[in-house]
């Protein structure tokens, strides 16, 4: 499997405390072109990312379905509450099949 | 038939509504149910300078529990060239039926979102918005 280009980002805070909601946001470097887009010249073939999972310790917390209506460098803050400490893990999937990853650690206690 | 006056009467509630694209997202979406309003805020500009880059944010009541959450949310925008702009997935592990995210938004229109809970009820909220400048064809 090939890896997306554009860099993901994570903001999600290191440390939490039991029960305690926290804030996940979400970024990566994407143009989410629309295949629509003109301005004088030929546009720019589609090219979306069309996918994006949330997981905490492995198991489904979060999902999107994109379609041309996301942003350009797509953009998505959810929240979780931990009970224990947790390995948040995001991806997201272009409509080649191209996934970029992100991961991050909360220490909860 | 009656769902077909449903949906129409469902999408004359939206301004700029009316396209049969819109009604076969919606139906697709969420299928038999009968959207109520209330029990969602949708929170966007009165006025997005750039329509590439609207803020949106996404605010269902719900505790979330194995039992009783919001399991989807689905954001349309009538007006741009393609209705459907993004289904969220929920489970419980989540904190709070809320998303916040930026879309791309065409022209003068109201946003509609779609939650639908675990027990199949469909709740409605939507937002008329401005448009400095088209985010969809530019």
Known sequence: MSTLPGTPRLRIPARAKPGEVIEL???????????????????PPRDLIERLEVRRDGALVFAADLGRGTSPNPYHVVFLR??????????????????????ARVAVG | MRRRVFLAASL???????Q????????????DAVPVEGGIELRVPAVAENGAQV????????AMTAEDHVAAIHVFAPGNPTPGVASFHLFPGLARAEVHTRIRVAEEQA??????????????????????????LS
């Open chain 2, 12 to 18: 004359a509630l939206v301004p700029w509504a009316g």
């Open chain 2, 20 to 31: 049969a694209a819109d009604a076969t997202a919606l139906e697709a979406a969420i299928g």
């Open chain 1, 82 to 103: 931990l009970e224990r400490s947790a390995e948040i893990t995001v991806s997201w999937t272009d409509a080649r099949g191209r996934i970029a990853r992100a991961a």
């Open chain 2, 111 to 136: 946003i509609l979102v779609l939650a639908v809970h675990a027990n199949g009820t469909v709740r409605r909220a939507s937002a008329a918005l401005k448009v400095t400048r088209g985010g969809c």
């Open chain 2, 55 to 62: 803020p949106l944010a996404i605010v269902a009541d719900s």
């Open chain 1, 25 to 43: 946001r979400m970024l990566i470097d994407h143009p989410m072109e629309t295949g629509l887009r003109h301005d004088g010249s030929a546009a």
